[in-house]
């Protein structure tokens, strides 16, 4: 099972247009952020591959084909923004290849955001022409009830984006007979910062708060995924001061942050933060590869 960042910048990417700052202007391939979403790839029960995205980024055609993503299984959608679902358009490709529709699941308010977005998809008959559009059967899912899907949990978590409520996900193995108990030794794996899976992990990008009742299910972390835009305050994300912060309350093993503006660069950033904690960057697996 691996867990890839797919992008990991903010909802105008970096470099941004027309932006001459040291970070768009970086060397460092690191500093080269597409939007944030990412994939978890891994092989069911049964033996057959699978790959679930969390989002459909506008970039999705150039992380899919950046990462050999053959497959789409499914779809979470933590919220309705441009930035996390414009390239929703983009998986018809797997469903041309799959030769099967594709299950996306979304809160209620998503659903009617990408019902009306794209109409040509979830009213195909209205078409003036039957062209090739994606297939998709959307699920309707809220926090705190569990998504199982081959083999792996999908725990959706209530947070804020702003006055926006929105989902982040708890993401973890169905434990079965051949599953080592909690605390028991597990085999390496490439995770950086050690040898312990990065499972449980739980993946919350553009959050400005968490409710009270969602901070049990951010106990018991191996990788923890938080929003951190930028130094400066912002009323609807966490600033790099305030994510570190909310790390260090829920201490999970490791920290990496996403959603990052130009404001940030890779290296330096990285040097300031505490050894558990640091930048995502796209691209970035944690876990085994198939």
Request: glycine content about 6%; overall charge negative.
């Amino acid at each position: 099972m691996e867990f890839i960042f797919l992008g990991t910048g903010t909802s105008a990417g970096v470099p941004a247009i027309a932006c001459h700052c040291d970070v768009c202007t970086s060397d460092d391939p690191r500093d080269r952020r597409l939007r944030t979403a990412a994939a978890l790839r891994f092989t069911d029960p049964t033996g057959q591959q699978r790959v679930v995205l969390i989002d459909a980024s506008p970039d999705l055609r150039q992380q899919a084909l950046a990462h050999g993503l053959d497959r789409c299984d499914a779809i979470l959608f933590t919220h309705n923004h441009v930035d996390h679902t414009f390239g929703l358009d983009e998986v018809r490709r797997f469903n041309a290849v799959m030769h099967r529709p594709i299950d996306i699941y979304a809160n209620e308010r998503t659903l009617e955001h990408l019902r009306r977005v794209f109409k040509h998809i979830f009213d195909r008959d209205a078409n003036v022409n039957d062209s090739f559009v994606a297939t998709l059967i959307a699920h309707t899912i809220e926090p705190g009830r569990p998504i199982d899907l081959f083999g792996v949990r999908f725990t959706p978590i209530a947070l804020l984006h702003g006055r926006l409520p929105i989902l982040g996900f708890r993401i973890e193995p169905i434990p079965d007979a051949n599953t080592p108990a909690p605390g028991a030794e597990q085999p390496p794996t490439d995770h950086p910062g050690g040898s312990a899976s990065p499972f449980p992990l739980a993946w919350c990008t553009d959050v400005s708060g968490i409710p009270p009742e969602s901070w049990p299910r951010l106990e018991g972390l191996g990788t923890l995924v938080l929003d951190a835009l930028r130094r400066r305050h912002h009323p609807t994300h966490l600033t790099l001061d305030q994510a570190v912060d909310v790390a260090g309350r829920i201490a999970a093993r490791r920290t990496w942050f996403v959603h990052m503006a130009h404001d940030l660069s890779h290296e330096q950033t990285n040097a300031d933060l505490p050894e558990s904690m640091r930048l995502a960057h796209d691209g970035l697996t944690l876990g085994h590869p198939n």
